[in-house]
């Protein structure tokens, strides 16, 4: 995303316009141990209007922005650039930035961060918006928490809890490729390879490609892959390609060629073979199966 050179004083504020609402986490409804245990400190979805602003000189957590709807424009004192669904603000803490909507209305999920050792190598970071591949997910995760913390009962509070869990997962991978490489694990490089495969499975992926992503060498990913999954890694995206295949002939009625292309087969006749030499029977005879 192309950033402007600028000269930016930033203060606190927070301004709203009429229209603006907000659906803050009602937190007393879940263990204070399991928010603790997550490191997250405060969420909530707004949905914003020409007329908002927020800015923080001095943040107390990193946040964590996921457009939904709409687009957004981000500052710190030097650069503005735009934010929008499909893409992920990341906004260290101690460092001053600001947002506000860029078109008529601008919806978004946020998440405060605390400042501990679980989310360390967001300190050294600067503004950043990139890429995701988890919105979808944590979209549905993050609605799910937003009714379940809104019960009182013990069952209500369970479950909230478990979604904190999931969302703390869905995070901790989606900064995997943010934070930087060298500093997490192998298992966290490899989530995170495999969820950037599944969420673009028309991509023509190469082992070269692959390897970039999680930034390793070619041969390195090999063994990884093989390690993890026993399997070469154009396999790996193979049989991530057949299982979705088989998903959307189970659930749509699509005809096949459109079911090829969607999982990365210009050539229906390729993905014919190749389904059946993965699952042992055509995509017609699956679904008559079916």
């Given at each position: 995303m192309p950033k402007q050179s600028i000269k930016r004083e930033i203060g606190d504020v927070l301004r709203w316009s009429p229209k603006c609402k907000e659906h803050f986490f009602p937190w007393r409804s879940l263990a204070k141990d399991v928010r603790d245990a997550r490191s997250i400190a405060e969420a909530?979805?707004?949905?914003?209007?020409?007329?908002?602003?927020?800015?923080?000189?001095?943040?107390?957590?990193?946040?964590?922005?996921?457009?939904?709807?709409?687009?957004?424009?981000?500052?710190?004192?030097?650069?503005t650039t735009t934010v929008q669904p499909g893409e992920l603000l990341i906004a260290?803490?101690?460092?001053?930035?600001?947002?506000?909507?860029?078109?008529?209305?601008?919806?978004?999920?946020?998440?405060?961060?605390?400042?501990?050792?679980?989310?360390?190598?967001l300190a050294k970071r600067e503004l950043t918006v990139r890429k995701t591949v988890l919105s979808e997910p944590l979209r549905k995760a993050t609605e799910e928490l937003l009714r379940e913390s809104r019960g009182r009962s013990d069952s209500h509070r369970e479950i909230s809890a478990a979604y904190v869990r999931l969302i703390a997962l869905y995070i901790r991978r989606e900064l995997a490729a943010s934070i930087g490489f060298a500093q997490t694990e192998t298992g966290d490089r490899l989530e995170?390879?495999?969820?950037?495969?599944?969420?673009?499975?028309?991509?023509?992926?190469?082992?070269?490609?692959?390897?970039?992503?999680?930034?390793?060498?070619?041969?390195?990913?090999?063994?990884?892959?093989?390690?993890?999954?026993?399997?070469?890694?154009m396999k790996l995206v193979t049989s991530l390609r057949m299982e979705r295949a088989q998903e959307w002939l189970i659930t749509h009625d699509a005809p096949q060629r459109v079911v090829a292309e969607l999982v990365g087969y210009q050539d229906e006749f390729a993905f014919l073979v190749a389904f059946k030499r993965y699952w042992s029977v055509t995509p017609k005879q699956f679904r008559k199966r079916g």
């Open positions: 909530g979805i707004t949905e914003c209007h020409r007329g908002y602003l927020l800015e923080r000189f001095e943040p107390r957590y990193h946040l964590l922005v996921y457009p939904m709807n709409g687009t957004g424009e981000v500052y710190d004192t030097a650069h260290p803490a101690q460092k001053p930035f600001g947002y506000r909507p860029k078109s008529a209305t601008w919806r978004f999920m946020w998440w405060h961060l605390l400042t501990d050792e679980s989310w360390g190598g995170y390879l495999h969820s950037l495969i599944s969420s673009d499975l028309a991509r023509r992926w190469t082992v070269e490609e692959m390897a970039k992503a999680i930034d390793v060498s070619s041969s390195y990913l090999h063994r990884l892959v093989r390690q993890q999954f026993r399997m070469s890694p």
